[in-house]
Each structure stands twice: as structure tokens, then as C-alpha cells.
């Protein structure tokens, strides 16, 4: 099984991923971790190492699942074949789902510092469909569309369980 995911924030990219993860053993990236210098706020990394690093994930597992919401690392990843998946709930839903979002403790030290950065979040998300870019939905869409392999999009929230 090979399948990445692709949405805005708040989308459930994460919750899909982990869940699948769990249900088959795959192996998971989160985007996230490859994109930006470990320990460093919000410093991007050099674009061909983290493309390195997702093509490096993708040729050690046989079995994995990757969520982001970096088009270009989800085409690094393309060419392995694997189920995209486009998760576009719409902008209430995603927007509900930040505002419930539990600490992440990965991102954030604390769960006052992540409640602290919750307004930008909201207003990165409702600007997912306006903004061009690749972090955008015309972005996604672009991503989405040009992918010859199986794929789906999907417009409510998968129920898991």
C-alpha cells in the first residue's frame, strides 16, 4: 500500500494518515518534518533535500503513507505510484477541525503556544482558496489533476473506525 495525501490545513490529512498507518503498519511522513529545519521556527528547508528526503522515505518502505500540504513533495512522491488523496472538506470544516485540533506536542513546546498561533492558523486556512502556490487549493487541484495514477478526492471527512 502506498498513499499520499494531499489538503489544507485542518482538511484530517494527519488523522487519515495516522489511522491508516495504524490499520495496515505502514510506514508515515508527515510532510512536515521534511519541509522545515528541525528546532528552528518556522525555517524552511533547502526544497531539493527535502525532496531527497521524501524520495529517500518512499524507496525504503514498501508500505507507506505521506500527508502534507506541500504539492511539490507530494509529486517527489508521485512517481512511486501510490493512491493520492485529495481531502477537500471545505473551508467550514477545516476551520472547525483547527479549532478542535489537540496539542501537538510535536510542533508546538506547549499548548498555550499553540493556541497562541491559532488566529494565523484560521486565516492561513481560509486563504488556502484565494492564494496561488503551491500550498493552495489551485495548487492541490494542479497536483491533482496532472497525476495519471489512481486517485480521489474526497469532499466530507472520511469516517474512521
Same mark, same amino acid.
Given at each position: 500500500?502506498?498513499?499520499?495525501?494531499?489538503?489544507?490545513?485542518?482538511?484530517?490529512?494527519?488523522?487519515?494518515?495516522?489511522?491508516?498507518?495504524?490499520?495496515? &503498519?505502514?510506514?508515515?511522513?508527515?510532510?512536515?518534518?521534511?519541509?522545515?529545519?528541525?528546532?528552528?521556527?518556522?525555517?524552511? %528547508?533547502?526544497?531539493?533535500?527535502?525532496?531527497?528526503?521524501?524520495?529517500?522515505?518512499?524507496?525504503?518502505?514498501?508500505?507507506?503513507?505521506?500527508?502534507?500540504?506541500?504539492?511539490?513533495?507530494?509529486?517527489?512522491?508521485?512517481?512511486?505510484?501510490?493512491?493520492?488523496?485529495?481531502?477537500?472538506? &471545505?473551508?467550514?470544516?477545516?476551520?472547525?477541525?483547527? %479549532?478542535?485540533?489537540?496539542?501537538?506536542?510535536?510542533?508546538?513546546?506547549?499548548?498555550?503556544?499553540?493556541?497562541?498561533?491559532?488566529?494565523?492558523?484560521?486565516?492561513?486556512?481560509?486563504?488556502?482558496?484565494?492564494?496561488?502556490?503551491?500550498?493552495?487549493?489551485? &495548487?492541490?487541484?494542479?497536483?491533482?489533476?496532472?497525476?495519471?495514477?489512481?486517485?480521489?478526492?474526497?469532499?466530507?471527512?472520511? %469516517?474512521?473506525?
Amino acid at each position: 500500500m502506498r498513499i499520499a495525501i494531499l489538503g489544507n490545513s485542518g482538511s484530517g490529512k494527519s488523522t487519515l494518515a495516522q489511522w491508516l498507518s495504524e490499520a495496515s &503498519g505502514a510506514a508515515l511522513l508527515d510532510l512536515d518534518t521534511v519541509a522545515w529545519e528541525p528546532d528552528q521556527v518556522a525555517v524552511p %528547508r533547502d526544497p531539493a533535500a527535502a525532496r531527497a528526503d521524501v524520495e529517500a522515505f518512499c524507496t525504503t518502505h514498501a508500505s507507506w503513507v505521506i500527508e502534507g500540504c506541500y504539492a511539490s513533495l507530494v509529486e517527489a512522491a508521485l512517481q512511486y505510484q501510490p493512491y493520492l488523496v485529495l481531502l477537500n472538506p &471545505g473551508e467550514a470544516q477545516c476551520l472547525a477541525n483547527c %479549532r478542535a485540533r489537540p496539542w501537538e506536542p510535536h510542533k508546538y513546546a506547549t499548548r498555550e503556544e499553540q493556541d497562541e498561533r491559532l488566529a494565523f492558523l484560521l486565516e492561513w486556512v481560509s486563504g488556502y482558496y484565494t492564494r496561488d502556490g503551491e500550498l493552495s487549493l489551485a &495548487g492541490h487541484r494542479a497536483c491533482f489533476d496532472a497525476y495519471a495514477g489512481p486517485k480521489v478526492e474526497l469532499t466530507s471527512q472520511p %469516517r474512521l473506525g
